[in-house]
């Protein structure tokens, strides 16, 4: 597919939308501008440059995004980034609500993407926290004492298997529930599958 050529996908993805379809069409309109290469991928239109992940266009029920995959990495002089949660590590969004906003920033916009190709031109990378560096939650460190073997079997998981598990253990306030999550998914682990296996 050439650069600025509209993908079937994407005209079909906008054709089904019910909700920020104009917003959908300004920022794809923006973007196409940008020369990227405009694919379809994880359900949502993506913009590449040489094959790399630079933009997609999102639309969530408050609001609709420009979603950045490397986003850390742009400088962000206008202050429109957002982190959507403090798990987070790589994406930034841009968030709108109305087509009005998207037509006003434009230029802002583009600016943010052309940076994002520079990103990828320099082959610059974002610095993940290792997992590591993840407090392990008290309640699954009680099981650990308790029980070797899931210990044994948590550490035999991949590193993104760990952190799903460590940052789901760790989110709920009180510790009853905490402890209700680890003893839920203590077989799931003995059995070396991940959270969402």
Known sequence: MTKSELNPKVDEFLSKAKKWKEEYEKLREIVLD????EEFKWMHPCYTFENKNIVLIHGF?????????????LKDPHG?????????????QIRFTQVQEIAEMAPILK?????????EKA??????KKTAEYSIPEE????FDENPALKTAFKALTPGR??????YFSSPKQSKTR???VEKYMQHILNGKGLND
């Open 179 to 181: 402890i209700s999550r």
């Open 140 to 143: 699954l460190q009680t099981k």
């Open 80 to 92: 429109v980034l957002i982190q959507q949660t403090e798990n987070v590590q790589a994406a930034r």
């Open 123 to 128: 082959g610059l990378e974002v610095n993940f």
């Open 34 to 37: 940008c020369e990227l290469t």
């Open 111 to 119: 600016s943010y993407i052309h940076e994002a190709v520079e990103v």
């Open 61 to 73: 029920k408050e609001y609709c995004a420009l979603l950045f995959p490397k986003g850390a990495l």
């Open 162 to 167: 760990q952190r799903a598990y460590i940052l």
